[in-house]
Nanobody
Framework: QVQLVESGGGLVQPGGSLRLSCVASGSIESISKMGWYRQGPGNQRDLVASITTRDSTTSYAEPVKGRFTISRDKARNMVYLEMNDLKFEDTAVYYC????????????WGQGTQVTVSS
């Protein structure tokens, strides 16, 4: 089992910045990839960014490229999402995600943290 707890959301003006944090616990040795998803009102949950456990290879959704940065602290079992130049359309609940494998692959999710971009 893997447990994920994210934090760092809040209210920010357009053009501002936020840093989200996620702490993983439990069977962390089984995690192969971690990432961030978001879901706005009336929208589906979409991948924002991901990072692999093995070599820290990153990937980003097109709308956030150049503005968001995902990073990992292996010693503390944490993953971060630095969000810069925030826009109205970035408003969503952001969820930490982990992909792990014991005998099969399994997805774990945090509880979500609200990010609201408003003037």
């Amino acid at each position: 089992q893997v447990q994920l707890v994210e934090s760092g959301g809040g209210l920010v003006q357009p053009g501002g910045s936020l840093r989200l944090s996620c702490v993983a616990s439990g069977s962390i040795e089984s995690i192969s990839k971690m990432g961030w998803y978001r879901q706005g009102p009336g929208n589906q949950r979409d991948l924002v960014a991901s990072i692999t456990t093995r070599d820290s290879t990153t990937s980003y959704a097109e709308p956030v490229k150049g503005r968001f940065t995902i990073s990992r602290d292996k010693a503390r079992n944490m993953v971060y999402l630095e969000m810069n130049d925030l826009k109205f359309e970035d408003t969503a609940v952001y969820y930490c995600h982990a992909l792990s494998r014991t005998t099969v692959f399994f997805n774990y999710w945090g509880q979500g943290t609200q990010v609201t971009v408003s003037s």
